[in-house]
């Protein structure tokens, strides 16, 4: 059997970018112009957004993400050759193996030209998603997962070259504390006969 191809907890990132998008905005932006939000790493935000503010360009609001630390969580991980069979046809089973659980960190980067839009948007976001309060989002096959958000950070002074006079920066973590990563699973058709065993009560013996 080939191996399956799955991109790695994309579902979750998918959920991590909706929510920023939900709950960032700013009402002093047209609808068209409000918060942006990108996928992208360290490297990939300076080249998209620091760089051309160097040289002059605008910034609108912007906010960046990615996946920054994935820890697999041994105490809550089912033992991995336990298989659950479940009947697909007349003769079919699938068998299933438990998904693995992992704790994600998300590290949210918030970049703005005016320090009280940077602020908000960091309010927003920590108040949405508190720990205590953690906020909800569903996935694929009806599962529901949290998150919330942590380490809450005043970055500015670690913006690159020329940007720091012109960039306000703040970060945030948000963590998804249960992610599930399915793994393969195995079909397997074929006949199973019934085996009737039929008890003689003449001489206590079974045919």
């Excluded at 998008?21 to 932006?29: H, M």
């Excluded at 112009?33 to 605008?58: D, H, S």
């Excluded at 703040?170 to 039929?198: F, K, M, Q, T, W």
Aim: proline content about 7%; overall charge negative.
């Amino acid at each position: 059997m080939k191996p399956v191809e799955y991109t790695l907890f994309l579902n979750y990132t998918d959920k991590i970018k909706e929510f920023l998008i939900k709950n960032s905005y700013l009402k002093k932006y047209p609808k068209e112009e409000n918060v942006q939000v990108f996928f992208a790493t360290p490297p990939m935000a300076f080249a998209k957004f620091l760089i051309p503010v160097i040289n002059g360009a605008n910034l609108n609001p912007t906010i960046s993400f990615y996946l920054n630390g994935i820890e697999y969580l041994q105490n809550e991980n089912l033992l991995g050759y336990v298989e659950k069979p479940i009947r697909i046809s007349e003769t079919g089973f699938l068998y299933l193996k438990p998904h693995l659980i992992y704790k994600l960190i998300y590290k949210v980067n918030i970049l703005t030209t005016i320090e009280r839009e940077a602020d908000i948007l960091q309010y927003q976001l920590l108040t949405k998603a508190p720990f205590n309060r953690p906020y909800p989002f569903k996935i694929m096959n009806n599962e529901w997962g949290t998150v919330y958000s942590q380490s809450a950070s005043i970055d500015t002074e670690l913006i690159p070259g020329e940007a720091k006079d012109k960039i306000i920066s703040r970060s945030l973590e948000l963590i998804i504390p249960r992610a599930y990563l399915p793994v393969e699973c195995e079909i397997h058709d074929g006949i199973i006969e019934e085996i009737n065993i039929v008890y003689d009560t003449s001489n206590g013996s079974s045919i």
